[in-house]
């Protein structure tokens, strides 16, 4: 119904930045929330950010000044800028998007990227 892919996952060192993107696809009439979960191992999956269609944002604390949200609204894309990152963001990173198609609404995931902080 409503795929989603990600990018921009990988190894950084602590202190580097990363990207990660997410596309979203299928017969989509409105995206309402674009956001990021992450997951490590042994650990529940939890809210990093979050976007809503107004423009709106919502940080975990752990992240808030490090870490940005965005989004695309034409290429229904969401962004996650990582900045300063520590060895405790190393996760899975996954993407969410709720929103309608013409039939109903949808709440997608994404496949999950791998974020790694490590010297």
């Known amino acids: 119904q409503v795929q989603l892919v990600e990018s921009g996952g990988g190894l950084v060192q602590p202190g580097g930045s990363l990207r990660l993107s997410c596309a979203a696809s299928?017969?989509?009439?409105?995206?309402?929330?674009m956001g990021w979960y992450r997951q490590a191992p042994g650990k529940q999956r939890d809210l990093v950010a979050r976007?809503?269609?107004?423009?709106?944002?919502n940080y975990a604390d752990s992240v808030k000044g490090r870490f940005t949200i965005s989004r695309d609204n034409a290429k229904s894309t969401v962004y996650l800028q990582m900045n300063t990152l520590k060895p405790e963001d190393t996760a899975v990173y996954y993407c969410?998007?709720?929103?309608?198609?013409?039939?109903?609404?949808?709440?997608?995931w994404g496949q999950g990227t791998q974020v790694t902080v490590s010297s």
């Open positions: 299928g017969s989509i009439f409105n995206i309402y929330v």
């Open positions: 976007i809503i269609s107004g423009g709106s944002t």
């Open positions: 969410n998007v709720r929103g309608n198609t013409r039939l109903g609404g949808f709440d997608s």
